[in-house]
């Protein structure tokens, strides 16, 4: 009876450790061998496929061991019985999650969602899967964002099913971001196929390309068209008048060849400059230089010394012989100026990468050409006509009766506007170096000043040695007196908090002192620190905004809100326009109250978006185009992506897709 009772007690308590067990696994495994009978001595391999469940991870299969001597549990995958089989050479594994560990200070290597191995396995005896029990046995520590489990060994039994001969690591690579059925992405060489999330902007690219070569140019043009009504472009219309206006003094008659060849530069460095610097230095190379504060600092230079040269500048004796060379080289009738100019260009918009670009530079670093290609060729053309015609301007003008009086006049006003933009590439420059020396009111201050100087030069107050003496103030000086005058007052009012419009993307943006303040350049083994808005004022503004993806994340779940993610950049403008023109808006205010809100900044000097948001944004949707907007389920699944709009309703649509069932 003792030895009855005795027998039960131990079934029971073997049942109960098996439940606990059962309830410490948070993930499915299934284990397929290449061939189910197998002779001693010869080789195979067992597809070993693990899935996480939502919100779980494990970390990879290498050693990662931080600066203070720890880092995490390392994930170790092994066969079993010993006597009988064996590994035989390296696990192929796919490609793990790179993401920021606060835990380790680190950069650590993560498994999420379906992963699949590949394991070589040599027949130490004779094997038959369908009468012997061999197992796989996984060594992990399971992990949500905020905790971890004990290390715990699991024996997966190797299943009777044979996987199937065309399923290897060549030919496939999983996703580790979204536990979902994500879209193949083809490549020209039909080599690898990449499961992974698109964004819209992409899949309607993808559908052109589906429907011949002629619909893809096309549609790429029309992107270039599309592309001119974006903040990033206006900078370059007076920047070209007034280069190509000085140019048709000194080179009479070779207007028509200067327009060609600042058109070919524009494309060339579009097509050729962008997809090769992507190439060779990955997807976000161009824009990581369009970016770089050194080169901001250089456009800016060279936009103060064209307009000190178009005031005149030159013509008086300088302290230093810099300048004099810079004039000299402008003197000269070659080409290489015009083709830097085209550089130039080319640069400033890239700051903000329009979808379609971003789509094809992103292209050729997964091995396409042909496509890529062909639409930034179209998208380059089509972008470069109207500065064909603004650099064809001056040459025509110079041609009319008595245009030298007012031609100096027109490069006086164009220098002063260059001076107004070069601050824009200033403030670039501080935003990422975080200087603090531009907030919007210095910014403002000399803007006001450059439309106030314009104005009374309008009108003959003050002008330059060059200029020829003013007689009388006609009725297009006064008309165009007015106009700067207003536009002086306008920008006034945005010293004491007046939305500026179209303007206020150009400008730091509203958070720009909290941005100074809390953001630092960190090193690899630190983390950004910044203390978010207290719940109250959250609230009060319906507003708030982490900064922090896996605590926006947690928030969301716990709320069981949708997740909006903004990749944004310091120095985008488009996504500054979008941030102050739409984000403001009513409609939407209404809208993002209901969704845990989350900015990733991508454009940054520091570990969070050098190393985890751009990183993001690349791995787990295939973009670099700046701004991306994204919403997610809590669980992380995608819901819709959307880039730059000047479409409210379409802007309005897009969130409310969070709420569809």
């Known amino acids: 009876m003792l030895e009855k009772i005795l027998l039960i007690s131990i079934l029971l308590l073997s049942n109960t450790f098996n439940l606990f067990s059962q309830s410490n696994k948070h993930f499915t495994a299934i284990a397929k061998p290449s061939k189910l009978v197998v002779n001693q001595g010869e080789t195979f391999e067992i597809e070993f496929t693990l899935n996480f469940n939502k919100g779980w991870h494990a970390y ?29 050479g390296k696990i192929k594994a796919p490609k793990p999650l790179i993401k920021y560990d606060s835990a380790f200070y680190m950069m650590v290597e993560t498994y999420y969602g379906k992963n699949v191995f590949y394991l070589p396995v040599i027949a130490k005896k004779n094997l038959d899967f369908n009468k012997q029990k061999l197992y796989v046995s996984i060594d992990l520590q399971q992990c949500t964002e905020t905790s971890c489990m004990t290390p715990e060994i699991f024996k997966i039994l190797i299943s009777n099913e044979i996987f199937a001969s065309q399923k290897n690591l060549d030919s496939i690579a999983i996703d580790q971001n ?67 206006t000085k140019r048709a003094e000194k080179n009479k008659g070779k207007g028509l060849r ?155 006003v164009m220098g002063f506007l260059e001076i107004a933009f070069a601050i824009k590439f200033i403030s670039n420059a501080d935003l990422v170096w975080t200087l603090g020396i531009m907030p919007r009111d210095i910014f403002l201050a000399i803007w006001i000043g450059c439309s106030l100087l314009i104005t009374i030069y309008i009108l003959g107050i003050f002008r330059f040695p060059h200029d020829s003496q003013l007689q009388s103030v006609g009725s297009a000086r006064v008309i165009w007196a007015i106009i700067f005058a207003s536009i002086t007052f306008y920008l006034i009012g945005g010293l004491f908090g007046r939305p500026l419009g179209e303007l206020d993307a150009f400008l730091p943006p509203p958070d720009y002192n909290e941005l100074i303040s809390s953001t630092a350049v960190t090193t690899s083994s630190e983390k950004l620190i910044k203390k978010p808005k ?89 973009s670099i185009e700046l701004p991306l907007y994204v919403i997610m389920t809590p669980d992380e699944k995608l819901i819709g992506s959307l880039a730059f709009t000047r479409d409210e309703t379409e802007f309005i649509n897009f969130l409310d897709r969070a709420f569809r069932d």
Do not use: H
């Open 258 to 412: 200067d327009s060609l060849i600042y058109t070919l530069g524009i494309i060339t460095t579009f097509t050729g400059i962008g997809l090769v610097l992507s190439l060779l230095f990955g997807a976000s190379a161009i824009q990581d230089f369009a970016t770089n504060p050194w080169l901001n600092i250089g456009i800016a230079v060279l936009f103060v010394v064209f307009a000190l040269n178009l005031f005149g500048a030159f013509e008086i004796q300088l302290p230093t012989g810099l300048l004099n060379k810079l004039n000299q080289k402008s003197q000269q009738g070659g080409i290489l100026s015009v083709l830097l100019m085209g550089l130039t260009f080319s640069l400033t918009s890239f700051t903000c990468t329009v979808p379609f670009v971003g789509n094809a530079i992103f292209s050729v670093t997964q091995g396409e050409w042909f496509y890529p290609i062909i639409g930034m060729m179209g998208f380059s053309f089509v972008f470069a006509i109207p500065f064909f015609f603004l650099a064809l301007f001056p040459s025509l003008m110079n041609k009319l009766p008595k245009a030298g009086g007012w031609m100096n006049n027109i490069k006086v």
């Open 178 to 244: 979204i536990a979902q059925e994500p879209t193949p992405i083809e490549k020209n060489n039909n080599k690898k196929n990449k499961e992974s999330v698109k964004t819209e902007s992409s899949t309607e690219i993808q559908s052109k390309i589906n429907e011949g070569l002629i619909s893809y140019l096309l549609f790429s043009m029309l992107m270039g068209l599309l592309a001119l009504f974006t903040p990033c472009v206006f900078p370059m219309v007076p920047i070209t008048v007034s280069f190509f």
């Open 60 to 88: 990879s299969l290498k050693e990662q061991i931080g600066e203070d001597g720890i880092g995490p549990s390392q994930t170790i995958i092994d066969v079993e019985p010993k006597d009988q089989l064996k590994l035989n």
């Open 534 to 622: 207290t719940k109250a004022e959250a609230e009060e503004t319906k507003l708030f905004w982490y900064n922090d993806y896996n605590e926006a994340l947690e928030a969301a779940k716990k709320e069981n809100k949708p997740l909006f993610v903004d990749f944004t950049g310091v120095t985008c403008t488009n996504c500054r326009w979008m941030e102050i023109n739409m984000f403001t808006k009513g409609s939407v205010i209404e809208r993002f109250d209901k969704m845990i809100k989350v900015k990733l900044f991508t454009d940054r000097r520091t570990v969070e978006s050098d190393k985890i948001n751009k990183q993001m944004q690349q791995e787990r949707f295939n």
